[in-house]
């Protein structure tokens, strides 16, 4: 690259990342003394709330973390319910500090719109879902369907290239939020609703009787879906990186909700003893307290009881792809050192 253009790159990427997130947002939750965090507006497993309007499931826990982390206090979130499609605008605008919501990790959403993903927390895939009385076992026989789905999603340009590339004909019915696309179809508006598949779980599981209502075999995108911030401040992204990194390797070494306080007072292992501030401060690297993961924890549990408590006891979602790097899956945490 010509020195010229180099300047001119390194000039233009600076801008960026002052303008998008201003700088300090470890600062500014620690000085509002909570974390606002985008979640969704109401997906069972995921981000819920429950009858005492307690927030609930993996994303809701995975905010949690990232208060206790910072904040030393779990309880110290203000869930923020967003639509779809204000998920990517409300980080970048800066309305709340991370978005934890199932959202996917997209090449134009990191580069293009003001934002950064950190970790995935769980690799998800678009699937449909149709009434068991239409008799349809395959997507491929959806041809002149009506398929109700939420706008701003990666959901409808999926579906978009699904239809092309099979030659079918669909026609989506686009809806502005979750509520209205699922009711719309459960009311028969459409033939089928179209979403993550992990949705299409938790949906089918709050109808009247589930088995009116059938997940095809078909999965036809990858979703990663994993928290996002603000484009521009990098000690912001390191910290909710390395807090879901920190969820996945307790899991992996075995660092319980339970155990956690024994495993830092004993552990022998060198892996476990750093992450937990026992030997050295990798809490320090990213601004917090050397007992950052003792915290994050006591308050949640590893990567692992998060799941089973929100995914696998209500939803029965198997851990499939999500499962430990070393057990057959894809969830590999970078070494915390
Ligand atoms: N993972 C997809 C979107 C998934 C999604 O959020 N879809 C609809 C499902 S109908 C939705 O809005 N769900 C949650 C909610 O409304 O809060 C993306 O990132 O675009």
């Avoid at 990427?13 to 300090?24: I, Q, R, T």
């Avoid at 499931?57 to 923020?80: N, Q």
């Avoid at 978005?99 to 769980?122: H, L, N, P, Q």
């Avoid at 006591?298 to 790097?325: F, P």
Wanted: charged letters at 20%; a negative charge.
């Amino acid at each position: 690259m010509r020195e010229s253009t180099k300047l001119a790159a390194v000039t233009v990427a600076a801008l960026l990342g002052v303008g998008a997130a201003g700088a300090g947002t470890l600062e500014d939750v620690r000085e509002a003394g909570e974390l606002a965090c985008g979640v969704s507006e109401g997906v069972p497993g995921f981000s819920n709330p429950n009858s005492d309007g307690v927030w609930e499931g993996l994303d809701a826990d995975v905010c949690r973390a990232v208060a206790a982390a910072v904040l030393g206090d779990a309880d110290a979130v203000r869930f923020v319910p967003l639509a779809s499609k204000q998920k990517v605008l409300a980080v970048s605008s800066g309305q709340v500090d991370l978005t934890s919501r199932t959202t996917t990790w997209t090449m134009k959403r990191d580069s293009a719109e003001g934002v950064d993903f950190t970790a995935v927390v769980y690799y998800d895939g678009q699937g449909f879902m149709t009434s068991a009385a239409a008799g349809i076992s395959s997507a491929t026989e959806l041809n002149e369907a009506t398929v109700c789905l939420t706008t701003g999603t990666t959901t409808e340009l999926n579906l978009a290239d699904f239809a092309r590339a099979n030659n079918l004909t669909l026609e989506p019915v686009v809806f502005e939020g979750k509520r209205e696309a699922v009711e719309a179809y459960a009311s028969g508006r459409c033939d089928a609703l179209t979403t993550d598949s992990s949705q299409l779980a938790a949906f089918r599981a709050g109808f009247a009787d589930p088995s009116e209502h059938m997940i095809l075999p078909e999965v036809i995108s990858k979703e990663p879906l994993a928290p996002l911030v603000a484009h521009g401040d990098n000690q912001w992204k390191d910290i909710v990186t390395w807090v879901v990194y920190g969820l996945i390797t307790a899991e992996e070494f075995g660092v319980t909700q339970a155990n956690v306080a024994d495993m830092a007072a004993n552990s022998g292992n060198p892996a476990v003893q750093r992450m937990l501030g026992a030997t050295g401060d990798t809490g320090g690297f990213i601004g917090l307290d050397s007992t950052w993961m003792v915290d994050v924890l006591s308050a949640v549990g590893n990567y692992g009881e998060i799941y089973d408590r929100n995914l696998t006891s209500t939803l029965g979602l198997e851990r499939g792809v999500n499962a430990q790097w070393n057990e057959g899956g894809l969830l590999y945490a970078m070494p915390i050192r």
